[in-house]
């Protein structure tokens, strides 16, 4: 399969904060889902695909280019969306088009039309008096209006009412159909990602946890509820980490198999959330620290 | 490239139209048109340049498909369309006013000041922000009132007929090394900017 984006052992530390050894692929023709708690280094990982920044060390490649060589044909091929507004605030949405078109080969002007058709955007207001929501059809639309054939897009969901965020998933679906595109987007409404994500990728702490595809989570991580005296040292080491309350365990473990083979008929096993995998996962890293 | 300067044109079109009616009637007054060329020139070079400081703008013209070079350069050439606006618009509103062609010398001491100031100015508004560009004239304006006041008191004077002399003088030689050392100024200008944006982290 072959890979859209690639980060190999990308450093970047600023004050306070750092990326190390950062290493991570995102697989053509499919919806990841880019997950992390605040700060575990998401917005930065994006900036860094998006060459806003460079990173101390490392190498990134898109569409297998780097941007030393082909930034400009590198960026004609992506889509991006920001969780803020990255547009002027003076000018109206046509004005705005008439602005970036120039910039892509392949921009279309009825494919625009179409979104701002279907998005029921005004042309003629000004920027500055958009809601929210309609700032991020506005994003999206500039986004999809030049045959990207990568999005990127940063927090996309954060600040939309729910009605919305389903109208935006299911036009998300509908435009991987031809399985040409390739959509990469960060986000901490994990429920998002269940209705679209193929793959998910996984940060915490500018470290890449795993990327899996989401049916490979369900297989092998569990949640196990049991009884506090079924914890000792041994069976403790099977956990990612655990929490104990007066009435029993509740604890998450990579190897569902194993878990079910231990604790057997003694224990509860359940399908963990994604909210589940990172809340346990940033609870052991703070536990071995 | 081009189409980033085009965009300052879209962007500033409304400044413009406003602009340059006032310019005339400044013309109509009778003030003395590179004062007032220099003044448009600048205000109108910053206006544009201001526009796309915020971090969001530098976000959105870098995710675009140009390099941090282009978005450098379409500012310093810029400048020359901006200039050329306000001494072209000069230029017809002299003519039409007061039925006089302006001296070529003056046109061109209008580019050479404004280069030489837009060349001070973008480094140092990349490195900083423009606004603090007020506050460093502001230094400067004071320095140079102390100077007027407690130790060259003609400096005025004196900068007025040294003007006067270098627009009266006939040495193309003596213009020509002036013009290139604006030129280099210029281009060293140009370089350091974009040296500067490249490392700048929004």
């Keep these: 399969m072959e890979n859209v984006i690639e980060l190999q052992h990308v450093h970047k530390s600023f004050d306070g904060f750092q990326l190390n050894n950062l290493s991570m692929t995102i697989k053509k023709g499919f919806v990841t889902g880019f997950i992390g708690g605040n700060g575990a280094g998401k917005s930065t990982t994006i900036k860094l695909m998006m060459n806003l920044l460079q990173p101390d060390r490392g190498t990134i490649s898109i569409f297998g280019l780097n941007y030393k060589d082909h930034e400009k044909e590198i960026k004609q091929r992506i889509g991006f969306v920001f969780d803020e507004n990255i547009f002027y605030e003076n000018v109206t949405l046509a004005e705005m088009k008439k602005i970036i078109k120039p910039a892509y080969v392949n921009w279309d002007d009825n494919l625009f039309h179409y979104y701002v058709k279907t998005f029921e955007l005004p042309l003629n207001k000004k920027i500055k008096s958009f809601s929210k929501g309609m700032m991020m059809k506005a994003s999206l639309t500039i986004a999809l209006s030049h045959h990207a054939e990568l999005i990127i897009m940063d927090e996309p969901t954060s600040g939309l009412d729910p009605s919305f965020r389903r109208e935006l998933l299911d036009i998300l679906h509908n435009l991987m159909q031809d399985g040409e595109k390739t959509i990469f987007f960060s986000t901490h409404l994990t429920t998002d990602l269940d209705r679209i994500a193929d793959y998910i990728t996984f940060i915490h702490k500018g470290k890449h946890i795993f990327t899996k595809e989401i049916y490979q989570i369900e297989e092998e991580y569990a949640i196990v509820k049991g009884g506090i005296e079924l914890l000792d040292k041994d069976t403790e080491r099977e956990f990612i980490s655990i929490r104990k309350s007066n009435h029993g365990f509740e604890a998450l473990t990579a190897n569902k198999t194993r878990a079910e083979n231990i604790f057997g008929g003694m224990a509860l096993i359940e399908k963990p959330t994604l909210e589940d995998i990172m809340f346990y996962t940033k609870k052991g890293e703070e536990h071995y620290v | ?202």
């Design chain 2, 1 to 202: 490239m081009f189409n980033l300067i085009r965009k300052d044109i879209v962007l500033h079109k409304k400044t413009l139209m406003i602009l340059l009616p006032i310019l005339l009637v400044y013309l109509l007054l009778g003030t003395s048109s590179i004062w007032v060329g220099i003044v448009f020139c600048i205000a109108i070079i910053m206006g544009v340049f201001s526009s796309d400081e915020k971090s969001t703008i530098h976000i959105l013209l870098n995710s675009l498909p140009y390099t941090r070079k282009q978005i450098v350069s379409s500012k310093y050439i810029g400048v020359f369309l901006f200039t050329f606006i306000v001494v072209f618009t000069i230029f017809i509103g002299n003519l039409m006013i007061h039925r006089e062609i302006i001296p070529w010398e003056d046109l061109l001491f209008i580019f050479g000041i404004v280069m030489v100031l837009t060349a001070l100015a973008f480094p140092f508004s990349y490195k900083f922000k423009s606004q603090y560009l007020l506050v460093a004239s502001l230094v400067l304006f004071a320095i140079y009132m102390i100077i007027v006041n407690l130790f060259i008191k003609n400096l005025n004077d004196r900068i007025r007929e040294f003007v006067q002399a270098l627009l009266n003088l006939q040495s193309h030689q003596l213009y020509l090394s002036i013009g290139f050392s604006v030129i280099a100024l210029y281009v060293c200008s140009w370089l350091l900017s974009i040296r500067i944006y490249k490392n700048k982290v929004f």
